[in-house]
Structure formats: C-alpha cells, structure tokens
C-alpha cells in the first residue's frame, strides 16, 4: 500500500461527545467500504473483514463498495471476488477514477443494477502475463497458473457482463480501455452516475 497520512473526522456520540476517528472507520460506520490502491494480500484481507462484518451487522442493509484501484494480485482480487458472492448482503459497487485490470471483476460483481460508474471513470482490460525468473520448471508452472487465473477471469467477465466468453477472450488479449459509457455498453455497469443516489 503508498503511504499517505490517513485523514482523521470529528463525529458526535450519542451522549454528545466528540471523539475523532480515521475517515475509514467513519464511512465503514455508514456501510461503505473504499479500496483506494492497487489490491495485495493485506489490502485483500482488509477488504474482506470489512465486508465480513457489514454483513453481520445486517445482512439486509446493502454494503457500498468504492473502487478506484490501478491493478493488483489476481489471487488476492479474487478472494474479494468469493466474499462478495458469499455474502448474503446486496453489493453496490461504484468505480471512481479508474479499475485496471483483475479488479475490473469487483466492479462487474456488484448486484446487477447497482453497479454504477461516475463520469469519468477509465475501465482497463488488461492481458495476465506470467512473470518471474527460475529454472524452467518453475516458468512453466507459473505460466500454467497465469492460464488458469486467466481462466477464471474470463469466465467471471462473460458471466457478469452478459458477453460471450470468445470475445471477453479476445479483448483479453491486448489492453482495452473503456470509458463510462462504454463501461455500461459492456455490461460491467449497470449505469453512469451523475449523482449519488438517494438513501433506500
């Protein structure tokens, strides 16, 4: 994760008091979740138990989900990909800035109609290549994984966006970069916000 000093918020309790507290924590207290970096295992993990005690807080109340994220480990998006479906909670996910590459799939997660981009959103589908150095047995197993992973998200792509998996295959296989409305067009979002929408 980039260091940046996390901003902290004055809130009143119910007795009248003040105490201050990060502004994660805040929006986590309104049910939202924010994913402002590119996704690792300890981002991932966070995410995760975020998620995990929103839905046991009320598995009725939806949990928002903001992504402006440039990348990240495939592995650790899709164990965020898993709880979203595991949860009995509705997700409504709205991408702010930019989601590039394995974390595009968090976006097309979302429940279907509530998955929402603002104005100037960039969706980047990015070709997997495999990476790294070693003997050629392991290239050759680190390659099979980048197929498998690749696999994987395809299949979630086409499921989610409605697309035909040869052609999620296809616009895989090189960057494509699609603006909001060409997000919606795609099927990774249900609709471009200009606003917020009003509280159920």
């Known amino acids: 994760m980039s260091s940046y000093t996390i901003p902290s918020v004055m809130e009143r309790t119910h007795t009248g008091a003040e105490r201050s507290a990060d502004v994660f924590s805040r929006l986590l207290s309104d049910r939202i979740v924010y994913v402002g970096t590119p996704i690792d295992d300890g981002v991932a993990n966070t995410v995760i138990a975020q998620i995990l005690h929103l839905e046991n807080e009320s598995a009725d109340a939806p949990i928002h989900l903001y992504l402006n994220s440039s990348g990240g480990d495939v592995q650790a998006v899709l164990a ?8 009995r909670s509705r997700v409504a996910v709205t991408c702010i800035g930019q989601v590039v590459a394995a974390p595009v799939v968090l976006l097309a997660a979302g429940t ?25 047995p392991d290239l050759i197993l680190a390659t099979e994984e980048v197929q498998r992973l690749r696999g994987s998200l395809e299949a979630l792509l086409a499921e989610h966006s409605g697309q035909d998996l ?3 295959r ?11 409305e060409a997000t919606v067009a795609y099927g990774l979002a249900d609709e471009v916000l200009l606003r917020r929408p009003r509280a159920e």
Do not use: N, S
């Open 170 to 180: 296809r616009d895989l296989e090189r960057e494509q970069v699609l603006d909001a």
């Open 80 to 87: 965020i990909y898993d709880t979203l479906a595991f949860v």
């Open 166 to 168: 040869q052609r999620v």
């Open 112 to 136: 279907p109609g509530l998955r929402w981009v603002l104005p100037h959103t960039r969706v980047v589908l990015h070709p997997l290549e495999a990476q790294g150095r070693g003997a050629v």
